[in-house]
Structures are given as structure tokens and as C-alpha cells.
């Protein structure tokens, strides 16, 4: 495992700090990061199961930035010691007062503890596109999710109801999207991926992948039993 990583330059190293900033606020856990063929794959858990009787969906977030073509290695990384070497890395940048900064190194943190959500690998290919959603919809969904989570959880509340409530509002389907849970609207507007353009959707097998300019949100739905 390599101990640095090498960006292709100063607004790669902004990107990648922008995204775990927005991850670290969402969940303080760990990323997984895969490297590989100049691009480095960060990936960021918004939603996952607990258990096998947890009925949360997966959602992940997933942005990618350019990196030297040799380097490549799959890393779970804990965020707050990924985003304190992204933010001395880029303090250091500005220090050089040099605009064009090209092949911006920062050190890689130590490995996290196995995270049940990084053995989950979304497939690369295989997406075939469905209808896109307007991007003003999923912000509407993800507000009114957030002031639903807000109102039902008063501060204190313990872990145990904290993620019922969630796994109850955010795995609610979308109306008129049932494929889709609320989760991938909120895992769009707190990372960041929702802008002007639409919100493109494609699908493969029990997965559906939301795609901007900005990001990605992948969404694993929870296999149906026979109890159902």
C-alpha cells in the first residue's frame, strides 16, 4: 500500500476536499478510495444497513479526480484523518502562490477497520439510462426529508431510534419514482451534486446510478423475500 497518492493538480486536490468535507458531515466513518488508470474512485457512505433486519438501503456517493497514471490501490480510509492531510495539502498550495500547481502529493492515513458498506463494489459497466429527473425535485424531496428527520429526532436521542427514523424516511420511494428511495435525493443535495442540469439515471441489476456534472450517487435496493 502506497504511502502518499499523487493529484494531477490543485483543483483535483479542491474536489477531493470538497467531497470529504460534505462526507465527514453525513457520516463520520471512513471512505473508500480506488485508484487506478490516472483516476482516483472516492467512494462515501450516506446510507447503509446495520443488519440483516435493517430494511436501510445503500447509498453511496462517488466523485473522481485524475491522479498519476502508475499509482493504484483500494483504501478504506477514516475521513477525519483523510481531511486533515487533503486541508494541510492544500494550505501548502496556497502558500506556493502559484495558480498552475501541477501534481499536488498528499500522505495517505492508515487503513480503517473493515466497514460493512466498502465490500459492496458497484458494477462498471452494464448501466443502460432510464428517464432523467429534474434536480429541483430531489432537492424538494431531500428538505422535506431533512425537516422530517429533524422534527422526530430531538437532540439526545439515542443510536438505535436515530437510525430507525432515518432508515424510515429515507427509504421511503419517491413518488412517482418508486425505484428510487429518498436517500439518493438526500445523499444528492448534501454532497453537493445537484446543480442546473438534469439529473441523469441508469440502471443495472438491484442498482441505479444518479449522475451530475458534480458527482454520482449509487443506490443498492434491498433484496425482496418471500415474508414479503
Do not use: C
Not at 462526507?23 to 466513518?29: C, E, K, L, S, T
Not at 491522479?67 to 493504484?72: A, H, P, S, T, V
Not at 431533512?146 to 432508515?167: C, F, H, M, Y
Request: net charge negative; charged share 20%; hydrophobic share 45%.
Amino acid at each position: 500500500m502506497p504511502g502518499s497518492i499523487t493529484l494531477a493538480d490543485a483543483p483535483a486536490l479542491d474536489d477531493l476536499l470538497t467531497l470529504v468535507a460534505r462526507a465527514a458531515r453525513v457520516d463520520d466513518g471512513s471512505v473508500r478510495m480506488i485508484a487506478g488508470g490516472g483516476v482516483l474512485a472516492v467512494y462515501a457512505a450516506v446510507l447503509y444497513p446495520a443488519g440483516l433486519l435493517d430494511e436501510t438501503p445503500t447509498v453511496l456517493g462517488l466523485r473522481t479526480v485524475a491522479i498519476e497514471e502508475r499509482e493504484g490501490f483500494d483504501l478504506v480510509a477514516p475521513l477525519a484523518s483523510l481531511r486533515a492531510r487533503l486541508e494541510r495539502a492544500q494550505e501548502a498550495a496556497a502558500r506556493s502562490n502559484n495558480p498552475d500547481l501541477h501534481r499536488v502529493t498528499i500522505s495517505l492515513p492508515p487503513a480503517s477497520p473493515s466497514v460493512s458498506w466498502a465490500a459492496i463494489s458497484p458494477p462498471r459497466g452494464g448501466w443502460y439510462p432510464i428517464d432523467p429527473m429534474d434536480p429541483s425535485r430531489l432537492e424538494t424531496v431531500a428538505r422535506a426529508g431533512i425537516a422530517e428527520v429533524a422534527a422526530a429526532l430531538p437532540e439526545g436521542t439515542g443510536e438505535q431510534l436515530v437510525r430507525k427514523v432515518r432508515a424510515e424516511v429515507w427509504g421511503r420511494p419517491i413518488e412517482g419514482a418508486e425505484h428510487l428511495p429518498a436517500g439518493a435525493a438526500f445523499a444528492a443535495l448534501s454532497l453537493g451534486f445537484l446543480g442546473p442540469d438534469p439529473v441523469e439515471l441508469f440502471e443495472t441489476g438491484p442498482w441505479t446510478r444518479l449522475s451530475t456534472a458534480r458527482g454520482h450517487v449509487l443506490v443498492k435496493r434491498r433484496a425482496w423475500t418471500l415474508s414479503r
